[in-house]
């Protein structure tokens, strides 16, 4: 019991600044009361929730959504509130320019002027001391013809590679795929396969980002996380859940048992350390529930899950594997996962000076009333505009 | 040949107010020069349309989208411009009081509200001269407990009855069925036998919709079609097309082989007429594409498919069916979908008076330039904005 | 506590005769020792199972798979093991004459082959005091314009209502669907508004069978539960899991969380007990792990998941969901699924007089050797073959 | 139009020993009169495809199902009949061994009966003159737990690199994938990604095999077509065509338009000649139609989609695309797409001394008749069994 303690003491799960702005889908935003008016708004956000869990030291960046005169003030203050700035997430899918595509696009002028928002989003590491920087690319075409699949993957390997040449010593690269959406009949990075390619091509700075809501129905996720573990390239999770499309919603939502077959695999790998490299961010939309509380219930299902995982017996699980005990093995693993975690990691966090019951103390805080309070005027922040 | 023309031009395709207008995902609406700022503009675009094509009669509104103060006068604008009313689409999904739901929401009286909505709408129809209440309910819930599927059910039913009752003699409800999206975990309509289910109990005015966008993969919408044909209760399509989810995509242009699977179930039940009582609409998003010339190639592509569909052997297809003859019967449906119908069509345009082909004329006739020109200030209208 | 034991005390979980016989894929049938060679040595099996369990009283047959002189002997040997016979499912799909459809074969020969073979099967209820008529079409085509499907459903319409007509006052009529396997263009009983529309056409002794592994990617399969329930036409569940297609694995292997959810419609509805009249079977083909330990398990597993739907706080659900609180609605449900039921069970079971771990007890006892021992000559009962 | 026709005239289409022979789902095997009995009658059944189309010259060999004693006699007898012997496929499936794996089955004795039988493969391919070892592994797992993914991978490297090494020097290894079937949990080699990257590891003479029916939902094959031929990996096809999962139909029968956008691929990455290493193979079950004439139509098939392809000016595409006009560069593939290619290939066999009509040319040509007569007694042979 030890060691699963241990290892959940320093599990580290990095929450989106997005994910405290208003979001929906392409038929409503629904805007909520006390959401954030800008960058700062947010951290104190991310800062309430790591406070409340202790597992969620770092908030990502999203540029230019995020954009500010000095990121370095910017850090600092991140800094004074307990958080540290996570990954820098490029956005080159909402200006005008790109609708047909940002680093893949057929006009050079356009590609350029991608190129240059990613070389700008290393300066940004630079300045908050980032390590990180993610590339989702909505790149991709709408109807067959419309431009070469061949010529588009030319151009996003140019570009990928001069941005990987500007990269510092302990500055990398993930590069996200997803299969569809915005872009509906192409994607120019539609699956790992692809990013692992391209990642390969680059160097060992260059690893997959997997997010959970972006494969095909079908596709089993945890066979990647192995993969990609095995490989080497596996750099980091964008963690939400779905039962459609990129849903979004919150991580272990849609499927629980999912989520804890991941970690199993993360665990397996002894890869759920900092020392592995590997980035645990979640990536959501909460477009219906309140933000805070629905970012701590996300940190809270990735941690029971990953308790789980940490409560499988590996020498029964390996020796029925190697048995060719069908059943005994499934049973190894469903015996952890059937077990209630959450008296566990009640006393964890009491071990770790929090209250056992994040939710709850995030409701008595008076912070949501706080923020309700206080964040009148300007303009919130939203997800996508 | 004769029976195939004579069809061909009574063929009646409605094209939607919206497809004129902004539209975009979540990620970002492209604006596009040009674009109407009033239904006025878009009905002149849409008239437009049928000048050309001299196939696209009619134009659905969508309400409060299509909001005037006289709708009376927007109908005769409309017969000046030389089309008609279609449906009035009604919409219940874009104010913030919808977040949980409309006419199946856990309050009652954001239920009113919405169910007074739809009864405005057929006021509209009484004032337009419009048949058809289509109804697309967003309504549905994003995880799992958040309300009861059931409860949900009977709110529905009991607002459908009351929009029912209010139907005039030749007036219809259109309820259309959507597997995801908005809705993340639940849809309350969300596939054809909730919809036909529906309609059996409300009564013979109410026929479903079908969107051929909306459905799980793999589902075989033919058989749908071919279904409530028999049954007599195929009211209406949305057409468009898909890659993955609801793209809404051009209508052929994803899966052509599809659209003439469909038509042919069409053909074969004599439905095409407009004694038949089948609405043909187009239900599209022009996100970076022209969106004149887009409803074009729309309102081509269904009549390429309904000539290929008119072609079909039924006799030499009913023989090799009864005779088990697998591959003949596939092979003289196939002989019809590989004919290349374009030639039949531009002769067909030219004895109807029209130019032979309909997106060189528009590019010809200095309209786009024109609407580029003049549509200068005032807001653009914009899908789901 | 005591409403929830009582009701897991008298839940009754089905199981079929064939889960117990040899299964595999197109590409091969891995053959077990001790398989069963005839109808009463998988009775046998299934009265272990019901032994172990306490709640799998009863068997269901497969003809011609289970096929005997005398059923009403057969009857008799089940009840002298202690289990009753369930539904009786027809089989029209393995005779040579059903390549092109069984009751909906465009020969009017093979049709009435194929209705008298439902017709026998009734009988057979007659003599074994079965109650449900479980009907399962393999019926379909594989190419476009093989055959018509509006002339097909007729056919089915008509074979159907005649055997509806030949059920006796107390016998029932289960018609099941499926999107594909073994037809790949169109299967004539594809979903569930099919089904649910024959039955409301034949009448109240029809009624549909959900099979959980026979939906498209991204079906909502609880919402069918809730809507059939609502509509008085949910007769039965064949219960197993699947993560592609049909895979008929283990119920609750696949998706853990599904299982709960359906059951919590089914608790919600107040429909587990027998005065409901859902039949809750398993119809699973055991490929490569043990036949009897992965019923038990699977039993086991439909009983986990009814505890935890039990343990939903009702009262609590209904406040929320009437609040429109999604986070707390959805907190309660989580609730319910995150405990450990199995102590809970294990109690039970001890309280029925049977060990608490009824796959331990059948290790132990001896049987599984006995019958690779015994069952050694004739022929090994398999599906499919 | 003159190098249109030199293209299809050079056109390679491999057609398989296996789809001359009976097939059937798990559900059942219908079989057919006058299916070969052995090799050699599938080799002269091959042979009679090719002789009436005038593009199938090479015939795949399946072992252990086309085991002969003498390699090298069946290769004369096939020289003799006019055909070559195609690729060889490896069957490490049908053995009892395998039920948990072959070349990643946890017992180190099976993983080395199966890596001997592939590089029996080989002996086999030197005797027979044959370029390509086709390897499809159905390993995988159905439960989670039950196997190590990671162990799994590591344990198919070690076998692909230990026949790689055994290749000689004009030999190759195709690396096939396919999402699930058999196994329905994990899949060894899932996606194309997983056989990229051990082609990759393995060096120049391994390459990846697509079979156009091993996909999730929803993957745009053409996109893996491009991606591979720009990374130099593209082998080989599996050609058929599916509307759900693995269906095996007709190549062409299911989407026509999804397989002329993939030979548009092959066309402009100038990949049809044989000097581009691309195998185009078909791979189906022709269940329920007669098999010869289903093969003749599916080179039939693949020859009018390439057709179409060669139709498609290059140019003007490309323009259209530089230019970012959308919807004319879709109109410049559509307008290849729509066009009716049938009478230029009647025209190119009548060139070549062909009948213009194969398929009619087949039924007036007796074959069908005598194989019924003269194949009698004997055993059928049969795929996957």
């Known amino acids: 019991m030890r060691d699963v303690r241990a290892a959940l003491r320093q599990q580290r799960i990095e929450t989106p600044s997005w994910a405290y702005a208003n979001s929906g889908t392409r038929f ?4 909520q009361p006390g959401v954030p008016r800008n960058p700062e708004e947010k951290i104190a ?3 309430v929730v790591h406070r409340l869990t202790g597992v969620a ?13 000095d990121y370095a003030a910017l850090a600092k203050y991140a800094a004074d509130q307990g958080v ?3 990954a820098i997430n490029a956005n080159v899918f909402q200006d005008d320019d790109y609708k047909l595509g940002s680093v893949t696009n057929p006009d050079a002028g ?4 991608a190129t240059d928002h990613l070389l700008e989003c290393v300066d940004i590491m630079d300045a908050t001391g980032s390590r990180d920087l993610k590339l989702w690319f909505s790149d991709g075409t709408n ?3 419309q431009d070469s699949i061949r010529a588009r993957q030319d151009r996003l390997a140019e570009a990928l590679s001069e941005v990987y040449a500007r990269l510092g010593d302990h500055q990398r690269m993930l590069l996200e795929y997803k299969l569809f959406e915005p872009a509906f009949y192409t994607t120019d990075v539609p699956d790992w396969g692809t990013s692992y390619a391209h990642c ?4 060992p700075k260059a690893t997959v980002c997997i997010d959970t809501g972006h494969h095909a129905p079908g596709t089993n996720i945890e066979f990647i996380v192995a993969f990609l573990l095995r490989a080497g390239k596996l750099g980091a999770f964008d963690f939400n859940s ?6 979004d919603l919150m991580v272990g939502a849609a499927d629980p048992f999912q989520l804890f077959r991941i970690m199993h695999e993360i665990v397996s790998a002894d890869a759920l350390g900092e020392e592995a490299g590997i980035a645990f961010m979640l990536d959501q939309c909460h477009n219906i529930e309140p933000k805070i509380p629905a970012i701590i219930r996300s940190v809270l299902n990735v941690q029971e899950a990953t308790a789980k995982a940490l409560l499988v017996d590996a020498d029964a699980l390996a020796a029925a594997q190697q048995a060719g005990d069908v059943l005994g093995a499934n049973a190894v693993l469903m015996d952890a996962y059937n077990t209630d975690v959450r008296p566990l990691l009640r006393e964890l966090r009491e071990e770790m000076g929090l209250d056992p019951d994040p939710t709850a103390a995030y409701a008595r805080s008076g912070y949501a009333e706080k923020i309700v309070a206080e964040r009148v005027g300007g303009e919130q922040a939203g997800w996508g505009a």
Do not use: N, S
């Open 45 to 47: 956000d991310a800062a």
């Open 200 to 203: 390969i091509e680059l160097g």
């Open 28 to 31: 409503k935003v629904f805007t």
């Open 84 to 86: 540290g700035i996570g």
């Open 110 to 113: 356009v590609r350029r002027k």
């Open 242 to 247: 779905r039962f459609y499309a990129d849903d």
């Open 57 to 69: 030291p770092t908030v990502a960046l999203h540029i230019p959504w995020d954009e500010v005169d």
């Open 143 to 145: 109807y067959p013809g």
